[in-house]
């Protein structure tokens, strides 16, 4: 090649801006709206970084990413699919960090009459996310279960995709009520807390954050990773109603 085509070359692509890193999150429903805040801020810092949300219910996102999917960081709504990940060799162990907590509540229209989970059993139809993916509907089918309702109210359910449709499906009326998250239930516009799911009746609801192999290497990831679990982070988490605290995992 000319030694002048060369020189012209090396000037084009000097003279290029430097591509920006690349970090793709791959995060549960219910985290959605404290989690574009923590981007949005992190953003405002790092105009070098570009950073790819892929919000979904965490059972779909981990089916995606162990199918190969790109993704650096994983944020769970559940502990179980965290560890499915982890090993599956998808998510690096030592790097899972609990981000925060929630609470299970049911919602409804106001003056329903229903105010606990033994009101369930005269109520009509319920919305709440598919069990075998969505971690909320976990969580309502172990609660359903120890009161011995799930069978009896298996026929009137509604299964969705991911909470904020079991959500919407109450807010609407569509549905007598759902099992959502506290945090989701602050964006209904109509439907109310009903009564909130006691806690001994279902495993604890931890939501993990991880980095996959890829970004373990991704310095612009692992950057960003660092952010996601700082005080800083963990501050705009509790604003939208998330339990946050020193981290144990």
């Not at 965490?58 to 502990?79: E, F, K």
């Not at 007598?176 to 806690?199: H, K, Q, S």
Request: aromatic share 8%.
């Amino acid at each position: 090649m000319p030694i002048r085509v060369l020189i012209l070359a090396f000037c084009v692509l000097t003279s290029l801006p430097a591509l920006a890193s690349e970090v793709h999150l791959s995060v549960a429903t219910s985290l959605t709206d404290a989690v574009r805040d923590i981007l949005a801020l992190y953003g405002e810092r790092h105009d070098d970084v570009v950073l790819r949300p892929n919000f979904a219910s965490s059972g779909a996102l981990a089916r995606q990413i162990d199918q190969g999917a790109p993704a650096h960081v994983y944020a769970s709504a559940n502990a179980a699919w965290m560890q499915y990940l982890v090993g599956e060799g998808r998510v690096v162990k030592g790097s899972v960090h609990t981000l925060a907590r929630n609470r299970l509540v049911f919602v409804g229209a106001p003056g329903s009459g229903t105010t606990t989970m033994a009101d369930l059993a005269a109520s009509g139809s319920i919305a709440l996310g598919s069990p075998r993916s969505v971690p909320a509907g976990t969580y309502a089918r172990q609660a359903l279960e120890a009161m011995g309702l799930y069978e009896e109210l298996r026929p009137r359910m509604v299964l969705t995709r991911d909470v904020r449709q079991a959500l919407l499906y109450a807010d609407r009326g569509e549905t007598d009520g759902a099992f959502v998250y506290r945090t989701d239930a602050r964006l209904a516009r109509n439907a109310v807390v009903l009564f909130e799911v006691p806690t001994d009746l279902h495993e604890p609801i931890v939501c993990p954050v991880g980095l996959t192999p890829e970004g373990s290497e991704n310095p612009a990831a692992v950057s960003f990773f660092a952010f996601l679990v700082s005080a800083e982070a963990r501050a705009i988490l509790e604003e939208y109603g998330f339990d946050v605290g020193v981290d144990g995992s």
